[in-house]
């Protein structure tokens, strides 16, 4: 069975940094991309960027490009999404997604995490 | 970027009623590469529609999707009271960024 498991809620300041993380278990981690999707308080879904586990491969959008920062370990099977300076506009709550087709970003997230609410708050 | 529109904002129907949901798009969505997911309070989403007419696993058949293009549309046939929640287009057409629609809340009248 797919798993996708995030780590819990997190209250930080702004300007501090933080790295969250999406476990994954059940299948080939390195043969399926694997992305993150913002959703602001009461929002839609924003598409924040893929990586591909296997050569790290990575794809953001331009609206965060520059802003986050996703990376892998594939010795744990984890994905993680990072902020170096968190501003109050980043809290939200934050999916992990995983792509359904096999080394293909060109297949809709058939596996979604459970979410993690970020809090930025002084 | 595509950008994609989904209409209604809001529609307000009874159960076993018929829901339509639209989903526009700015510019052609390749290879008909369109979902539709479905967020309930407090939950992640869910995956229904991929390839913009072919249901996910586990999915009821009261859940359809048709369309190509530009042009997209969910269909529920009778709704069911768990059928009422938020619903989302999202294309994966082209390179990346894959954008979602802005969303249509389906509501209990």
């Known amino acids: 069975e797919v798993q996708l498991v995030q780590s819990g809620a997190e209250v930080k300041k702004p300007g501090e940094s933080l790295k969250i993380s999406c476990k994954a278990s059940?299948?080939?981690?390195?043969?399926?991309?694997i992305g993150w999707v913002r959703q602001l308080p009461g929002k839609g879904l924003d598409w924040m960027g893929i990586?591909?586990?296997?050569?790290?491969?990575?794809r953001y959008s331009p609206s965060f490009q520059g802003q986050v920062t996703i990376s892998v370990d594939k010795s744990t099977n984890a994905a993680y999404l990072q902020w170096s300076s968190l501003k109050a506009s980043d809290t939200a709550i934050y999916y992990c997604?995983?792509?359904?087709?096999?080394?293909?970003?060109?297949?809709?997230?058939?596996?979604w995490g459970q979410g993690a609410l970020v809090t930025v708050s002084s | 970027e595509i950008v994609l529109t989904q209409s209604p904002g809001t529609l307000s129907l009874s159960p076993g009623e018929r829901a339509t949901l639209s989903c526009r798009a700015n510019?052609?969505?390749?290879?008909?590469?369109l979902a539709w997911y479905q967020q309930k309070p407090g939950q992640a989403p869910r995956l229904l529609i991929y390839?913009?007419?072919s249901r996910a696993t586990g999915i009821p058949d009261r859940f359809s999707g048709s369309g190509s293009g530009t042009d997209f549309t969910l269909t529920i046939s009778r709704l069911e009271p768990e059928d009422f929640a938020v619903y989302y287009c999202?294309?994966?057409?082209?390179?990346?960024?894959?954008?979602f629609g802005q969303g249509t809340r389906l509501e209990i009248k």
């Open positions: 997604a995983r792509h359904s087709g096999s080394s293909s970003w060109r297949s809709p997230f058939g596996y």
């Open positions: 059940g299948y080939s981690f390195t043969n399926y991309w």
């Open positions: 990586i591909y586990p296997g050569d790290s491969d990575t």
């Open positions: 510019q052609t969505v390749s290879s008909n590469y």
């Open positions: 390839g913009a007419s």
């Open positions: 999202q294309q994966y057409g082209s390179s990346p960024p894959y954008t």
